[in-house]
């Protein structure tokens, strides 16, 4: 079973930083994109950045030129570095794994269960 781990979420000051990590682990042999979303209280999920396997990246207007992402193929691991943060960007954050492929079968999409980041004023 594949199984995506965050970490780095926390509390943090208006214009202060943030470096999130997201884990994939179970005989994985391939993974297709992946990304990071945001749901803040009582809104939907929404897409932060995306980041294909060859390195190609998409990022939300509300975020571009203060976050970005990255991954490590070798590790299954896709981060997002967070600077100039405001307190807009409060909310959970979750990771996602497309086209996931292990020695067993094939997963179209997996999702980690969500790191929360808190942006005080």
């Known amino acids: 079973q594949v199984q995506l781990v965050e970490s780095g979420g926390g509390l943090v000051q208006a214009g202060g930083s943030l470096r999130l990590s997201c884990a994939a682990s179970?005989?994985?042999?391939?993974?297709?994109?992946m990304g990071w979303y945001l749901q803040a209280p009582g809104k939907q999920r929404e897409l932060v950045a995306a980041?294909?396997?060859?390195?190609?990246?998409n990022y939300a207007d509300s975020v571009k030129g203060r976050f970005t992402i990255s991954r490590d193929n070798a590790k299954n691991t896709v981060y997002l570095q967070m600077n100039s943060l405001k307190p807009e960007d409060t909310a959970v954050y979750y990771c996602?794994?497309?086209?996931?492929?292990?020695?067993?079968?094939?997963?179209?999409?997996?999702w980690g269960q969500g790191t929360l980041v808190t942006v005080s004023s």
């Open positions: 980041i294909t396997s060859g390195g190609s990246t």
């Open positions: 996602n794994a497309e086209g996931v492929v292990t020695g067993l079968r094939g997963y179209l999409e997996v």
């Open positions: 179970g005989s994985i042999l391939r993974i297709g994109a």
